[in-house]
């Protein structure tokens, strides 16, 4: 997506004047000529607007990530901007840089910047984002069987948000909570607490009723978080306090669901 794009709008509508009638007169034998007020009919629409935008981020991504950036697609990617997008000085540089072509670095960091605040990668760009939650759930479906519960577990994939978000899914049921982010999966600490409070969801929207996991001690729900550089399981009774690391509840004695 990109913020601030808008569609044509007032920008697109050009008014076109041909010649310079008198009013309200059309010269009798003279070749036709009128006044057109229209809108612009090359003027693209928000959606291909978001198409193009994506076409160009993708490839000006792979390029930066991968050290091959076309000083073409960064060109192209600047100018998109400039002209639909709000008024940004990293663009303008981008434009210009792009178009002379001989500084590749300093091309390739002014793309990595433009993308930073407008580009998320997907799923598909960077499968490694996959993974990690991949692993995530494996650990966390551990917890799961150490609360005498079984699933089956797995994660999908559904393409309501851009780039898509990848869902918990618990016999079947997702969470309600919009599932998580291809960005979540940018660290294994960040991927499990994001996993377990994703399958946490859909656990609790499954069996309809039961609050998982439930702290052995103070019978509250836990709630996933990151604690002391580590995803825990916390529990907020008495002032808060950890009660075990994801994917180690095994350690944790009577800690079955609440129903
Ligand atoms: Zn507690």
Redesign the pocket.
Known sequence: MLPGMRPAGIRGMMAVMNGKPLPGEVPSGAPRQRRMFQSDPGAPTAGQLDAEFDRLARQAYVGVRDDVLDPEVAFDLACLLLKWGPPDPLAGELAERSAEGTDRERIADLARQVLAARFEPGFDLEPVLLERLEQALEVVTVDLEATGLEGPVRLVITDWHDPPHAYAEFRGVWGTAGGTSPADGAAPLSALVAIAGDLQEAVMEALWGTVWPV??????G?HAREYENAAVWW????G??V?AAIGHWDRLAGALPRS
């Open positions: 702290c052995p001690g103070h019978n509250l836990a529990c907020n009774g008495d808060g306090h009660i």
